[in-house]
């Protein structure tokens, strides 16, 4: 069974700053997806950015980046530029690639609550 | 184009009770999955349905079922509430269950059981 760790319950970061959210998973599997959600405290699950484990590239959306390493099934998420608004809860997921037919479930790690400080 | 919506928002209940719990996917969507988000922790699998068919079922006891309707909107039901039922219950949906579908969420409804 696949399984996805983020080992940083709490980060915090200076308005304009960097920061890196971590997440490892492990996995049996060569083909999959993964993702960083964002939750803030309206509860609304809010998809950051994704990745797909074939693609050598790492993904990059806006301010948001992705270091995408297979070998050491890591995945961990750049934010560049902090802003207040960044403020929520990160969770890192995986989704098996399957086949049209089958679940795409998510399975998610324990999340990252990221504070931004003015 | 309204997203995914969930009724009601929050629900108190007492242990032994029944909920249902309700969503409405984006228009268009035929797949709707079902998460649990217990305080501190991530979402975790309950149920996807697609096409009215359930295509998924995470580790979840019997006492949790749910079903989809011919305009793809989604049920969820829990019987014999326990105290750890209480949780945040949130509802997705996809186009379909191709691997390059993403999965929009709703709000989702904090179910509270005392």
Same mark, same amino acid.
């Given at each position: 069974?696949?399984?996805?760790?983020? /080992?940083?319950? %709490?980060?915090?970061?200076?308005?304009? %700053?960097?920061?890196?959210?971590?997440?490892?998973?492990?996995?049996?599997?060569?083909?999959?997806?993964?993702?960083?959600?964002? =939750?803030?405290?309206?509860?609304?699950?809010?998809?950051?950015?994704? =990745?797909?484990?074939?693609?050598?590239?790492?993904?990059?959306?806006?301010?948001?980046?992705?270091?995408?390493?297979?070998?050491?099934?890591?995945? /961990?998420?750049?934010?560049s530029? /902090?802003?207040? @608004?960044?403020?929520?809860?990160?969770?890192?997921?995986?989704?098996? /690639?399957?086949?049209? @037919?089958?679940?795409?479930?998510?399975?998610?790690?324990?999340?990252?609550?990221?504070?931004?400080?003015? | 184009?309204a997203? !995914?919506?969930?009724? #009601?928002?929050?629900?108190?209940?007492?242990?032994?009770?029944? !909920?249902?719990?309700?969503c409405s996917?984006?228009?268009?969507?035929?797949? !709707?999955?079902?998460? $649990?988000?217990?305080?501190?922790?991530?979402? $975790?699998?309950?149920?996807?349905y697609?096409?009215?068919?359930?295509?998924?079922?995470?580790?979840? #006891?019997?006492?949790?079922? &749910?079903r989809?309707? #011919?305009? +793809?909107?989604?049920?969820?039901?829990?019987? &014999?509430?326990?105290?750890?039922?209480?949780?945040? +219950?949130?509802? &997705?949906?996809?186009?379909?269950? &191709?691997?390059?579908?993403? $999965?929009?969420?709703?709000?989702?409804?904090?179910?509270? !059981?005392?």
């Open positions: 069974a696949q399984t996805v760790t983020q /080992s940083q319950p %709490e980060m915090s970061v200076q308005e304009a %700053e960097t920061v890196t959210l971590s997440c490892t998973y492990d996995t049996s599997e060569s083909d999959y997806y993964l993702f960083w959600y964002k =939750q803030p405290p309206s509860r609304q699950m809010i998809l950051v950015i994704r =990745q797909e484990a074939y693609k050598q590239q790492n993904a990059t959306e806006n301010r948001f980046s992705v270091n995408f390493q297979k070998a050491a099934k890591s995945f /961990s998420l750049k934010i530029d /902090s802003q207040l @608004g960044d403020a929520a809860m990160y969770f890192c997921a995986y989704r098996s /690639s399957g086949f049209s @037919g089958a679940t795409n479930k998510l399975i998610f790690g324990t999340g990252t609550l990221l504070a931004v400080q003015p | 184009d997203g !995914v919506t969930q009724s #009601p928002t929050h629900l108190i209940k007492t242990r032994g009770q029944h !909920v249902t719990l309700r996917p984006i228009s268009g969507h035929k797949s !709707v999955s079902w998460y $649990q988000q217990v305080l501190g922790q991530g979402p $975790q699998f309950i149920f996807q697609y096409e009215k068919e359930e295509r998924g079922r995470g580790n979840f #006891p019997d006492r949790f079922s &749910a989809q309707f #011919p305009n +793809y909107s989604s049920e969820l039901n829990v019987n &014999a509430l326990l105290l750890g039922d209480s949780a945040l +219950y949130l509802c &997705a949906s996809s186009l379909g269950l &191709a691997n390059y579908n993403e $999965q929009f969420f709703g709000p989702g409804t904090r179910l509270t !059981v005392l």
